[in-house]
């Protein structure tokens, strides 16, 4: 009975094996390569599936979702013999898991020489300059190589990134002084605009505030001059209303006399020959300038007139 037992256990055994390798579960977004003596039979996609134990063998399995896979630097020389680093990043897809099993042996090392080469091929024809600002160009270049020869292994490139740049250390040092020199041009451009406007607008103001003031300056001018008008015209209507008589005008002429006098300066002045008229209508009515109606030439009636030096004074 003990050998019977114990090759019912081996049989068991052996139905179990077979039961594991018999069902076989992919999970979503992957597929298995099948091979039957070593030969591709089918591919295995996300489910449950049945292979034939001990004559079916599943060689690989793939992962049919979008890969990142971040280069190292690598040296590149420019057209102007500068070595620069560039970072790559690149972003791939398995499209059909036979040709990424069969056709290439390895192919995430087969992407990154063909990045390195591409990109080496590109940046060769550019100087820095034009490499610094050119990503978008050298993206696009790097990811139509890419995914031209890289569609037989059955991979498609999505999208190929530089992640860095990085010039050597004398050329940064050099880029960050003419930055900075921009920079301060800039600054300097701009300060003298804004002194320049400053004194054009400091201009226009001073400009209108002539105008305006010469404009006050004019129409205080012009109501000065006709008040004064209005006023010569309210006296000389008032005097004219009042019929004044030779007597009240000869009285005012000899008010005004001491004013013609005034001033140190004065040491000559000249006495009119009204002035006799002035004394003899005023004597008439004040008894008391009889003897100064004759005037300074004896004779109230004089025609001339005469000259007096006024002393000086000390």
Excluded: C
């Amino acid at each position: 009975m003990e050998p019977v037992i114990i090759v019912l256990i081996i049989l068991v055994v052996l139905v179990f094996i077979a039961l594991i390798k018999t069902i076989q579960v992919i999970p979503q977004a992957s597929a298995a390569i099948v091979e039957r003596f070593g030969r591709y039979t089918r591919t295995l996609n996300a489910g449950l599936n049945i292979v034939v134990p001990f004559i079916d063998t599943i060689r690989n399995r793939i992962d049919l979702r979008e890969q990142v896979v971040p280069f190292p630097p690598q040296p590149v020389i420019t057209q102007d013999n500068l070595v620069v680093n560039i970072d790559t990043v690149i972003y791939y897809q398995v499209t059909d898991a036979r040709a990424a099993t069969y056709e290439v042996a390895s192919y995430i090392q087969a992407i990154e020489q063909l990045t390195v080469t591409t990109l080496r091929n590109i940046i060769g024809g550019m100087d820095l300059e034009r490499t610094l600002t050119s990503r978008e160009e050298i993206n696009a270049a790097l990811r139509g190589v890419l995914d031209e020869a890289t569609g037989k292994w059955g991979i498609r490139v999505n999208r190929v990134e530089l992640k860095a740049i990085e010039p050597p250390t004398s050329i940064q040092d050099s880029m960050e002084k003419q930055m900075r020199a921009d920079r301060d041009k800039r600054a300097a451009i701009l300060q003298a605009e804004g002194v320049r406007q400053s004194e054009i607008l400091r201009a226009e103001g001073e400009k209108q505030s002539q105008i305006l003031r010469a404009e006050g300056e004019a129409k205080a001018a012009a109501l000065r001059a006709e008040g004064e008008a209005q006023a010569i015209r309210t006296v000389f209507e008032s005097i004219h209303a009042g019929d004044p008589d030779q007597k009240l005008l000869s009285y005012q002429y000899l008010q005004m006399l001491p004013k013609i006098a005034e001033g140190d300066a004065n040491k000559l002045w000249i006495v009119p020959s009204e002035i006799g008229d002035a004394l003899k209508g005023l004597s008439g009515a004040i008894g008391n300038f009889g003897p100064m109606a004759k005037g300074p030439g004896g004779n109230g009636s004089a025609g001339g007139s005469e000259r007096r030096e006024r002393p000086p004074i000390d």
